[in-house]
Each structure stands twice: as C-alpha cells, then as structure tokens.
C-alpha cells in the first residue's frame, strides 16, 4: 500500500479474509497467533478464499 508515496507494510494485520458476502476481513488474532497456527491458516484460507471468490463471480 502507498500513502503519500511511501510503501506501508500491513503485513502485521495479517491475511485478507472473502467473506460469504464478497466483503474483505481480516483475522483478529493474527498477532497472537504461533507459526504453525499461521501456517495452517494461510492453506485453508488461501483456498476458502479461492471458493468463495469464484462463487461470487
């Protein structure tokens, strides 16, 4: 993301969440989160979202 030209990292907000209703969320807890719970959650969002994107279209 640029603000004002600069890049701006959201990195720390963790991943965009598809909700059902083609709104973007994000996870809450993400920060709190260990690497493996992170890990774990990118796969089954990463295809949760590729679903519900599609199903949108």
């Known amino acids: 993301l640029e603000v004002n030209g600069q890049s701006i990292a959201l990195d720390h907000m963790g991943p965009m969440v598809v909700?059902?209703?083609g709104t973007i969320s994000r996870i809450g807890n993400w920060g709190e989160m260990t690497e493996?719970?992170?890990s774990n959650t990118l796969?089954?969002?990463g295809k949760r979202n590729q679903l519900r994107l599609a199903?949108?279209?």
Request: proline share 0%.
């Open 19 to 21: 909700n059902r209703d």
């Open 36 to 38: 493996i719970e992170r």
């Open 43 to 45: 796969r089954i969002l």
């Open 55 to 57: 199903a949108l279209r």
